[in-house]
């Protein structure tokens, strides 16, 4: 089978073909009914072009910055925790960032350190929940800002809604010789997935290195959960407090409120994410996309606005930065292509949603993402949120 693929789509199917099941699981998630997630994708399909066909720019320029740092094209790595898909995990995602152009966020939640990601790619975000104790926080903050991560994104959009109509995988807290044995037959099902660890001469890391204690050892990833759901959520006082110690870019992921968009700014927040935690959260949230446009107007140029969520195509980024977003975050399409071909299953994402934001930007007669306002596409009657 050649490795290429074509679209996120045949990487999303190589990738459930390779895995085992529960890791495939994993990756796909949703919560509750799985509304949320299914109108991340389903909106993107509502919304219209009406392309051009003379005076069309011969040159397009997909450039931009986001929280100070230059990328090539709009489209950014978002955090996501434990990497169980491939042996090198986040650093092969940060390598295929780096080598296009792009930036990293990493999760606290990582199988891989921050500085061995960011020794793969500078232009790293180093992402945090609010978990533990404003000590532990900042010592997490240290490490990170002494490993020379440019950002730092802080993640508010979780409920811990973890019921699933489908159910939901299942995943050992560790690997032991009875978790071995008892996960054998659904790994041997998937020889390829399991010979590459095997070449590699490890096990997935269940672990969470990044929130390791100072002289001790790092916790399982449900160890890190449990401390996350024990600690009370934060006040903006609490978000005000972080940003400070911080001190440098603040990206507050999660808003859908105009509300807590400009309560985030007032915080300290120098980026915003318009997402819904990729249909993690509370379900029937509706499609990041939806409330984008009321978010962005309401925060104007005072903060850079990304959008996270349901990003599967070129298109599909050309659509949110028309509706206000400097940049998207994608989360599910660049594992699919880690799942598939590692390193270059990441690239070849990147270079797909490359090859289609050129296409939309040359079929809307535009010569920079810059150029992209609302009027480039058809919103239906009905099909905007504002909260």
């Known amino acids: 089978m050649a490795k290429w693929f074509e679209t996120v789509a045949e990487a999303q199917r190589r990738a459930k073909r390779r895995l085992p099941g529960p890791v495939y699981s994993s990756l796909l998630a949703g919560s509750e009914k799985g509304v949320t997630y299914d109108d991340n994708l389903d909106a993107f399909s509502q919304l219209e072009f009406a392309p051009r066909i003379a005076e069309l720019s011969a040159e397009r320029d997909q450039s931009t910055s986001v929280m100070g740092v230059d990328i090539s094209l709009p489209v950014i790595i978002s955090p996501t925790g434990v990497q169980a898909v491939h042996p090198e995990g986040e650093v092969a995602v940060a390598r295929a960032a780096a080598n296009r152009g792009t930036a990293m966020g990493l999760s606290s939640f990582a199988s891989r350190?921050?500085?061995?990601?960011?020794?793969?790619?500078?232009?790293?975000?180093?992402?945090?929940?609010?978990?533990?104790?404003?000590?532990?926080?900042?010592?997490?903050?240290?490490?990170?800002?002494?490993?020379?991560?440019?950002?730092?994104?802080?993640?508010?959009?979780?409920?811990?809604?973890?019921?699933?109509?489908?159910?939901?995988?299942?995943?050992?807290?560790?690997?032991?010789?009875?978790?071995?044995?008892?996960?054998?037959?659904?790994?041997?099902?998937?020889?390829?997935?399991?010979?590459?660890?095997?070449?590699?001469?490890?096990?997935?890391?269940?672990?969470?290195?990044?929130?390791?204690?100072?002289?001790?050892?790092?916790?399982t990833f449900f160890g890190a959960y449990g401390e996350w759901m024990q600690t009370a959520p934060p006040s903006w006082k609490d978000i005000a407090w972080l940003a400070e110690k911080w001190g440098g870019p603040l990206m507050v992921k999660g808003v859908s409120r105009v509300?807590?968009?400009?309560?985030?700014?007032?915080?300290?927040?120098?980026?915003?994410?318009?997402?819904?935690?990729?249909?993690?959260?509370?379900?029937?949230?509706?499609?990041?996309?939806?409330?984008?446009?009321?978010?962005?107007?309401?925060?104007?140029?005072?903060?850079?606005?990304?959008?996270?969520?349901?990003?599967?195509?070129?298109?599909?980024?050309?659509?949110?930065?028309?509706?206000?977003?400097?940049?998207?975050?994608?989360?599910?399409?660049?594992l699919w292509g880690l799942a598939t071909n590692g390193q270059g299953g990441v690239e070849n994402v990147l270079d797909l949603m490359r090859g289609g934001i050129d296409s939309a930007l040359l079929g809307l007669g535009k010569s920079s993402v810059k150029e992209l306002s609302m009027d480039d596409v058809h919103i239906p009657d009905g099909f905007l949120r504002s909260f």
């Open 259 to 334: 509300d807590d968009a400009k309560k985030a700014v007032d915080s300290g927040a120098t980026a915003l994410s318009v997402s819904n935690h990729g249909g993690n959260n509370l379900d029937t949230t509706p499609a990041a996309i939806r409330y984008l446009p009321s978010v962005a107007q309401a925060v104007g140029d005072k903060v850079d606005v990304v959008l996270d969520g349901g990003i599967r195509r070129g298109g599909d980024v050309v659509k949110a930065l028309a509706l206000g977003a400097k940049a998207v975050m994608i989360g599910r399409a660049y």
């Open 113 to 219: 350190s921050v500085e061995d990601v960011i020794a793969a790619n500078p232009n790293t975000f180093f992402q945090v929940y609010w978990t533990g104790s404003r000590e532990v926080i900042e010592q997490r903050l240290e490490r990170a800002r002494a490993a020379g991560a440019k950002g730092l994104i802080l993640t508010l959009d979780w409920t811990f809604s973890y019921g699933r109509d489908w159910g939901s995988p299942k995943i050992p807290e560790r690997l032991s010789l009875k978790t071995a044995i008892e996960f054998a037959p659904m790994a041997l099902s998937r020889p390829a997935w399991l010979l590459s660890f095997a070449k590699s001469l490890s096990l997935p890391d269940l672990t969470t290195p990044n929130l390791t204690p100072p002289g001790g050892t790092a916790p």
